[in-house]
């Protein structure tokens, strides 16, 4: 069965840092490009950034540029997104999603998601 789970979310004050960690089972991080996506409350979930199933293309939303890293560790079968420099605007719930492609977009379809992990940045 196939099985993402993020964590590393929380409460974190302007300018802060988190770790976003998704740990997949089931099926093998080396066949799948891995995305990341947020959602806020009232707004449309907006892809973030996404790595290529063997880590050769990255992708960022503008609005992230700079400021987060995507990365992955096929052999622990875990993909991170480093946030720094959070802004209140960040906050919304995070997920991970899978699909088998060698390229990723954060514009693509992906077809496996994990249930979210909340980033929160107060103003």
């Known amino acids: 069965q196939l099985q993402l789970v993020e964590s590393g979310g929380g409460l974190v004050q302007p300018g802060g840092s988190l770790r976003l960690s998704c740990a997949v089972s089931?099926?093998?991080?080396?066949?799948?490009?891995i995305g990341w996506f947020r959602q806020a409350p009232g707004k449309e979930r907006e892809g973030v950034s996404c790595?290529?199933?063997?880590?050769?293309?990255?992708e960022y939303a503008d609005s992230v540029k700079g400021r987060f890293t995507i990365s992955r560790d096929n052999a622990k079968n875990t993909v991170y997104l480093q946030l720094n420099s959070l802004k209140p605007e960040d906050t919304a719930v995070y997920y991970c999603?899978?699909?088998?492609?060698?390229?990723?977009?954060?514009?693509?379809?992906?077809?496996?998601w994990g249930q979210g992990t909340q980033v929160t940045v107060p103003s």
């Open positions: 089931g099926f093998s991080l080396d066949y799948y490009a």
């Open positions: 999603a899978a699909e088998r492609a060698a390229y990723c977009s954060i514009y693509g379809w992906y077809e496996y």
């Open positions: 790595i290529g199933s063997r880590g050769a293309s990255t």
